[in-house]
């Protein structure tokens, strides 16, 4: 991770910067004044490989969920297990400010596993294309719409909101296609859904199919997206550009095979690039984005669009300079709109622009002579390959401005005791500002229970956070170094600092150790 420094918004007020063609290309599209977000990041998001929550995780994404905004949540199938069915429960009972919809098949059992859970909001769905009815449904056409029409009626005696889903609908014939929709809406179907299962569309193919299909139906329209080809967001707008009221998205993309729509690139598509309406608080997206990596165990590449480490990241120098004096001259919306900030790096590419007002938000001031040192000094790493953390950089200019930094905190003794069976314990001696302080503490790996010991040692650092944890081995083998990097947050500060050392653990405690120094001098600084 690159040395970096988080810069304010310098008094722009301007939340967007797009361009004129795509404002001019929207004039006299069918466009919604407001959509509908239907998440089903614990329904299609869970069937992710790999991703599986308990029910305690469920309801505490169905709370962010509730928090961020979005209409509807897709809180599982309850036929699916005794667990699922609980956890549907759970979220019917503890979310009031979004709507909760469960997936069931039209069959009875389904519907009343869903019924059963205190649903309001049944989500039914059945395929439609050739391919299913025969190779998975083994099933004709006539008994697939008899059905559906059958179960749709059903739930609707109950008094519950009906959308209907025509599995594959994207290989499904445009006949067939209308024919079941209308059935199913002379049913009582409330919404439908046209479902991209295998992600084969293209944004001008799902525009014409929604055409037609909103020609046919008189309800809203609503579209699900995969992204097998990587079109999922394109084509999710573009189903909107055609009149489409609702999109279902699951956070970070997850979901089957290549994943969902993307509701942070949806959100953000529908607001920045067309003006469209969401209920979606924006300022709570990387906060929720940030949860589903950590519930999920599926972390996000840091070009991520809207929420990657990567979005408002920049270390090209003619780049900085061009955002040093506006920020919309790199940037097409701001950060603080999804609940990022901005952040300049040093690296390799980066200009004196960038190094000077990187190391004076450190609160250091430089020479010009300094300023070309360090400079020297960063461009050599870049070019041997290395990046270089804040912590590192600041290291750098105090050296160059021949400052003294005194480490207030030192590690005198660590000791780490894990095992099969045993609960990882950790003991640390810290010295901190000449005093020794011993402590303990346990946690979910050797790692985890020697930072909670760490922090036990140095009193008030109980509110600092752990925002990302990077380790790499550098060389190969069992001896492999580990190098680790980290970055830390404790109010409105936050830094990154690296370790390294053939012992994970010790790399760890000494990034951590490394960031938690520079926190304490920032905050010096200030008084």
């Given at each position: 991770m690159e040395s970096s420094i988080i810069m304010s918004r310098q008094g722009v007020d301007e939340e967007f910067h797009v361009s004129d063609y795509l404002k001019s290309a929207a004039r006299g599209l069918p466009l919604p004044d407001r959509v509908l977000i239907f998440d089903t990041t614990l329904r299609d998001g869970e069937q992710t490989p790999g991703v599986t929550y308990t029910l305690e995780n469920k309801v505490r994404i169905a709370r962010q969920l509730e928090k961020l905004?979005?209409?509807v949540i897709e809180a599982g199938m309850p036929i699916t297990s005794e667990g699922e069915r609980r956890a549907v429960e759970a979220i019917v009972k503890e979310i009031?400010?979004?709507?909760?919809?469960?997936?069931?098949?039209?069959?009875?059992?389904?519907?009343?596993?869903?019924?059963?859970?205190?649903i309001d909001y049944i989500h039914i769905f059945i395929a439609t294309s050739d391919l299913h009815l025969k190779y998975k449904l083994k099933m004709g056409w006539e008994e697939v719409v008899e059905q559906s029409v059958k179960f749709i009626e059903y739930a609707k005696e109950h008094g519950v909101t009906?959308?209907?889903?025509?599995?594959?609908?994207?290989?499904?014939?445009?006949?067939?296609?209308e024919e079941i929709y209308q059935k199913a809406v002379e049913a009582g179907a409330d919404i439908i859904n046209v479902p991209d299962t295998v992600g084969v569309m293209t944004p001008r193919a799902i525009y014409g199919l929604v055409r037609e299909i909103k020609e046919a139906v008189d309800v809203p329209l609503s579209i699900h997206c995969h992204n097998d080809f990587g079109l999922a967001t394109a084509n999710s707008l573009a189903a909107v550009e055609a009149g489409a009221e609702q999109v279902h998205v699951c956070v970070n993309g997850l979901g089957e095979r290549a994943g969902n729509a993307s509701l942070e690139q949806v959100v953000m598509g529908l607001r920045a690039l067309y003006?469209?309406?969401?209920?979606?608080?924006?300022r709570y997206l990387a906060e929720t984005s940030d949860l589903v990596q950590r519930l999920s165990g599926i972390y996000l590449p840091p070009t991520t669009p809207i929420v990657g480490d990567n979005a408002f990241t920049h270390e090209a120098g003619i780049h900085v300079h061009g955002v040093l004096g506006h920020p919309g001259t790199y940037?097409?919306?701001t950060p603080e709109l999804v609940g990022r900030r901005r952040r300049l790096v040093a690296g390799k590419h980066s200009g004196r622009h960038a190094i000077r007002a990187?190391?004076?938000?450190?609160?250091?001031?430089?020479?010009?002579?300094?300023?070309?040192?360090?400079?020297?000094?960063?461009?050599?790493?870049?070019?041997?390959?290395?990046t270089i953390t804040d912590v590192e950089l600041y290291g750098l200019a105090t050296s160059v401005m021949d400052l003294s930094s005194q480490e207030k905190i030192r590690l005198k003794e660590l000791t780490v005791v894990t095992g099969k069976n045993i609960t990882p314990t950790a003991s640390a001696i810290i010295s901190y500002e000449g005093r020794e302080f011993t402590e303990s503490s346990t946690g979910v790996g050797p790692i985890d229970a020697a930072i909670n010991a760490v922090?036990?040692?140095?009193?008030?650092?109980?509110?600092m956070e752990l925002e990302r944890f990077f380790l790499k081995a550098i060389t190969g083998g069992t001896d492999a170094l580990g190098d680790v990097t980290v970055r830390l947050r404790r109010g409105d500060k936050t830094v990154t600092s690296r370790g390294v050392s053939p012992d994970i653990v010790m790399a760890s405690v000494e990034a951590i150790i490394r960031g938690m120094n520079r926190l304490i001098e920032m905050e010096e600084g200030e008084d």
């Open positions: 905004g979005v209409d009031s400010g979004s709507r909760v919809c469960a997936l069931a098949r039209p069959l009875r059992v389904d519907v009343d596993a869903a019924l059963d859970c205190g009906v959308e209907f889903s025509a599995e594959d609908a994207t290989r499904t014939g445009l006949r067939r296609l003006g469209v309406r969401v209920n979606v608080k924006t940037e097409p919306m990187m190391v004076e938000e450190m609160g250091l001031h430089p020479s010009e002579e300094e300023l070309r040192e360090i400079y020297r000094l960063v461009k050599s790493l870049g070019d041997r390959g290395k922090k036990r040692c140095v009193k008030g650092f109980s509110d």
